[in-house]
C-alpha cells in the first residue's frame, strides 16, 4: 500500500508491528517447489518510490539503469551468494497507456531496452526477474491496473521471464480481492512458467505490510539489527529496498548477516511467535533445524520496546522458555557472534538488551554425553508427524504468568 508522508513517517517508526495483524492468518499455497523458504531480493519502492524525472534526476530515477546497477551489485558485493537473488521492479516501470493489442508495456524513455530485455539482463547474471502490478483499474501511482486484463497480462509476463510478480491492490475494493486475487493466480498458473506470486491481498484487508528497510532512512542501528531480527523469526520475505550503492557498511553487515539469514531461510519453513510480553520486553521463538530426538532447536529473540535510555537485563532459564532436551543447547548470539557453549535447560541466562534493540540466540538442541558433555553428530530429522507440535507445551502457556523483569 502506497502511504502519504505523515502515513509512511508512522509505519516507519511501528516498522515492528507490521507483521503482528497477520501472524495468526493461515495460506495455502501449490507445491511447485518455490519458495518454499521466504524469497531474498531487492525491490525499488521503499527507497527510490515513484521518481520519473529521469532528466534533472538521472541517477535515481525509476529506469532499466537503475535496476541494471543493483542487480550488479547484488552480484558482485556477495548479496546473490547469501541468497539474495530476485530483482524486483516495483510501481511506475509502465507507460500510461496500454499497446494496442491490450498489452502492458513500459516507459519508452526510461526503459529503451524493453521488459523482456531487462528481465534477460537478470538471468544471464543468475538472478530472478520481479514484476509489480495491480489489481485494479490503476496502480497506486495511477498507471495501467490489471482489471480486465488478467489472463493477457499473465500470459504477457510469462512471456517476459517473470519470476516473481508482486501484485498490489489499489483502486479496488478489498471485497472482491478474495476471488480477484485467486483468479490471477489461475492464470499465471495456466502459462505454465514458475513465478512466485506476491500477494498485497492481506495488506488491503489487515492494513499490514513487509519490506525490509535496513539502511534506508527512518532506522537506527538498533533498530535495524531488530527489525532483521524480527523478520527471520517471522519467516518473513528478506525484500531489500534500499540503495545498495550508498549503504554504510554496518548495515550493510546486518543485511548480510549469515547467521540471522539462516534462521530466516530454515527449512522446517515455521513461523515463530510470542511467547513472552510485559514492560516493554517481549520474547519471541521459532522453531528451527537440527531436530534430536523429536526436540527442536529454537531461535529466541529478547526484544526491547523501551527507549528510557538503559539496556534492560532479562533473565531466563531455557527451560521456562520451552527448551527442556536434557542434554542442553548450544548457544550463540547471531549478531555479537558469542558462544555461550553448551547451556542445560535450569541454568540461568542472562542478556542485556539495548534501548530499540534486540538480541537473538540460536539454541541448537545437541546430543551429549551426560549433561554438559562432549557434542556429538547431530541426527536426521525424524519425521514429522513424529514431532511434538513446538508451542503445544505448558511452560510456553504458563511463562507469561511465571516471569517478570
Given at each position: 500500500m502506497k502511504m502519504g508522508n505523515k502515513e509512511e513517517r508512522r509505519m516507519t517508526g511501528a516498522v515492528l508491528w507490521v507483521l503482528v495483524g497477520v501472524m495468526g492468518v493461515g495460506v495455502r499455497g501449490l507445491e511447485n517447489g518455490l519458495a518454499?523458504?521466504?524469497?531474498?531480493g531487492w525491490l525499488a519502492w521503499q527507497r527510490f518510490r515513484c521518481n520519473t524525472d529521469c532528466v534533472n534526476d538521472p541517477h535515481n530515477c525509476i529506469s532499466e539503469s537503475l535496476f541494471m546497477q543493483m542487480a550488479d551489485i547484488i552480484v558482485n558485493q556477495g548479496y546473490q551468494e547469501l541468497g539474495y537473488d530476485i530483482i524486483s521492479?516495483?510501481?511506475c516501470w509502465l507507460a500510461r497507456n496500454r499497446d494496442s493489442h491490450g498489452r502492458l508495456q513500459a516507459d519508452p524513455h526510461r526503459f529503451p531496452s524493453g521488459i523482456a530485455a531487462l528481465s534477460d539482463?537478470?538471468?544471464?547474471?543468475?538472478?530472478?526477474f520481479g514484476i509489480y502490478e495491480d489489481y485494479g483499474n490503476f496502480t497506486c501511482a495511477g498507471y495501467p491496473g490489471i482489471l480486465g486484463y488478467l489472463q493477457i497480462d499473465a500470459q504477457t509476463f510469462a512471456e517476459w521471464g517473470v519470476d516473481y510478480v508482486k501484485l498490489d491492490g489499489c483502486y479496488s475494493h478489498p471485497v472482491d480481492m478474495d476471488q480477484g486475487y485467486p483468479l490471477f493466480g489461475f492464470y499465471l498458473n495456466q502459462t505454465l512458467r514458475p513465478m512466485v506470486y506476491s500477494c498485497s491481498w492481506p495488506v488491503y484487508q489487515t492494513y499490514s505490510g513487509i519490506t525490509l528497510i535496513i539502511g534506508n532512512f527512518g532506522l537506527s542501528y538498533e533498530q535495524s539489527k531488530s527489525?532483521?531480527?524480527m523478520w527471520a523469526i517471522f519467516a518473513a520475505p528478506l525484500l531489500m529496498s534500499v540503495d545498495l550503492r550508498t549503504i554504510r557498511p554496518e548495515y550493510r553487515a546486518i543485511l548480510q548477516n549469515q547467521a540471522v539469514i539462516a534462521v530466516n531461510q530454515d527449512s522446517l519453513g515455521i513461523q515463530g511467535k510470542r511467547i513472552y510480553k510485559d514492560k516493554g520486553i517481549e520474547i519471541w521463538a521459532r522453531p528451527i533445524t537440527p531436530v534430536t530426538q523429536g526436540h527442536y532447536s529454537y531461535a529466541i529473540a529478547f526484544l526491547n520496546r523501551r527507549t528510557d535510555g538503559t539496556p534492560s537485563e532479562v533473565s531466563v532459564t531455557l527451560r521456562e522458555l520451552g527448551l527442556a532436551f536434557p542434554g542442553g543447547y548450544a548457544i550463540t548470539d547471531l549478531f555479537d557472534g558469542v558462544h555461550y557453549g553448551t547451556v542445560l535447560p535450569d541454568k540461568r541466562f542472562k542478556v542485556d538488551v539495548n534501548p530499540s534493540g534486540v538480541v537473538l540466540v540460536r539454541c541448537e538442541v545437541i546430543k551429549s554425553i551426560g549433561f554438559g558433555g562432549g557434542r556429538a553428530q547431530f541426527r536426521e530429522?525424524?519425521?514429522q508427524r513424529?514431532?511434538?507440535n513446538p508451542f503445544q507445551n505448558q511452560?510456553?502457556?504458563?511463562?507469561?504468568?511465571?516471569?517478570?523483569f
Amino acid at each position: 500500500m502506497k502511504m502519504g508522508n505523515k502515513e509512511e513517517r508512522r509505519m516507519t517508526g511501528a516498522v515492528l508491528w507490521v507483521l503482528v495483524g497477520v501472524m495468526g492468518v493461515g495460506v495455502r499455497g501449490l507445491e511447485n517447489g518455490l519458495a518454499r523458504t521466504p524469497p531474498m531480493g531487492w525491490l525499488a519502492w521503499q527507497r527510490f518510490r515513484c521518481n520519473t524525472d529521469c532528466v534533472n534526476d538521472p541517477h535515481n530515477c525509476i529506469s532499466e539503469s537503475l535496476f541494471m546497477q543493483m542487480a550488479d551489485i547484488i552480484v558482485n558485493q556477495g548479496y546473490q551468494e547469501l541468497g539474495y537473488d530476485i530483482i524486483s521492479l516495483d510501481d511506475c516501470w509502465l507507460a500510461r497507456n496500454r499497446d494496442s493489442h491490450g498489452r502492458l508495456q513500459a516507459d519508452p524513455h526510461r526503459f529503451p531496452s524493453g521488459i523482456a530485455a531487462l528481465s534477460d539482463y537478470m538471468h544471464k547474471r543468475g538472478l530472478k526477474f520481479g514484476i509489480y502490478e495491480d489489481y485494479g483499474n490503476f496502480t497506486c501511482a495511477g498507471y495501467p491496473g490489471i482489471l480486465g486484463y488478467l489472463q493477457i497480462d499473465a500470459q504477457t509476463f510469462a512471456e517476459w521471464g517473470v519470476d516473481y510478480v508482486k501484485l498490489d491492490g489499489c483502486y479496488s475494493h478489498p471485497v472482491d480481492m478474495d476471488q480477484g486475487y485467486p483468479l490471477f493466480g489461475f492464470y499465471l498458473n495456466q502459462t505454465l512458467r514458475p513465478m512466485v506470486y506476491s500477494c498485497s491481498w492481506p495488506v488491503y484487508q489487515t492494513y499490514s505490510g513487509i519490506t525490509l528497510i535496513i539502511g534506508n532512512f527512518g532506522l537506527s542501528y538498533e533498530q535495524s539489527k531488530s527489525q532483521m531480527a524480527m523478520w527471520a523469526i517471522f519467516a518473513a520475505p528478506l525484500l531489500m529496498s534500499v540503495d545498495l550503492r550508498t549503504i554504510r557498511p554496518e548495515y550493510r553487515a546486518i543485511l548480510q548477516n549469515q547467521a540471522v539469514i539462516a534462521v530466516n531461510q530454515d527449512s522446517l519453513g515455521i513461523q515463530g511467535k510470542r511467547i513472552y510480553k510485559d514492560k516493554g520486553i517481549e520474547i519471541w521463538a521459532r522453531p528451527i533445524t537440527p531436530v534430536t530426538q523429536g526436540h527442536y532447536s529454537y531461535a529466541i529473540a529478547f526484544l526491547n520496546r523501551r527507549t528510557d535510555g538503559t539496556p534492560s537485563e532479562v533473565s531466563v532459564t531455557l527451560r521456562e522458555l520451552g527448551l527442556a532436551f536434557p542434554g542442553g543447547y548450544a548457544i550463540t548470539d547471531l549478531f555479537d557472534g558469542v558462544h555461550y557453549g553448551t547451556v542445560l535447560p535450569d541454568k540461568r541466562f542472562k542478556v542485556d538488551v539495548n534501548p530499540s534493540g534486540v538480541v537473538l540466540v540460536r539454541c541448537e538442541v545437541i546430543k551429549s554425553i551426560g549433561f554438559g558433555g562432549g557434542r556429538a553428530q547431530f541426527r536426521e530429522p525424524p519425521p514429522q508427524r513424529t514431532l511434538r507440535n513446538p508451542f503445544q507445551n505448558q511452560l510456553f502457556n504458563n511463562f507469561r504468568q511465571q516471569r517478570h523483569f
